[in-house]
Nanobody, 123 residues
Framework: QVQLVESGGGLVQAGGSLRLSCAAS????????MGWFRQAPGKEREFVAA????????LYAESVKGRFTISRDNAKNTVDLQMNSLKPGDTAVYYC????????????????WGQGIQVNVSS
């Protein structure tokens, strides 16, 4: 069982930055692929980024590539999402998730989810 709690959301102007953090409970955190998803009003939940268990490989949605960076600290049981050059289109509820599979870019591959945190980007 893994419990996930997101933090760091809020309101930022377009072009600004935010750093989301996800704290995980459980002794097996380092064995999970960790991901970030987001869901805007009226839209489906979409993949944002994922990082494998060792932190050696990150995957990104095309819409955030070059602007967002995912990282993890297995000693602290945390995974972060650094978001730069934010756009109004990045406005959404962001979710942290954990998956047992090595490569996970689809929501159905994830086993545990956080409650989500709101990110608002104003124009």
């Amino acid at each position: 069982q893994v419990q996930l709690v997101e933090s760091g959301g809020g309101l930022v102007q377009a072009g600004g930055s935010l750093r989301l953090s996800c704290a995980a409970s459980g002794r097996t955190f380092s064995t999970y692929t960790m991901g970030w998803f987001r869901q805007a009003p009226g839209k489906e939940r979409e993949f944002v980024a994922a990082i494998n268990w060792s932190g050696g490989r990150g995957l990104y949605a095309e819409s955030v590539k070059g602007r967002f960076t995912i990282s993890r600290d297995n000693a602290k049981n945390t995974v972060d999402l650094q978001m730069n050059s934010l756009k109004p289109g990045d406005t959404a509820v962001y979710y942290c998730a954990a998956a047992r599979v090595e490569t996970a870019v689809v929501a159905t591959q994830y086993d545990y989810w956080g409650q989500g945190i709101q990110v608002n980007v104003s124009s």
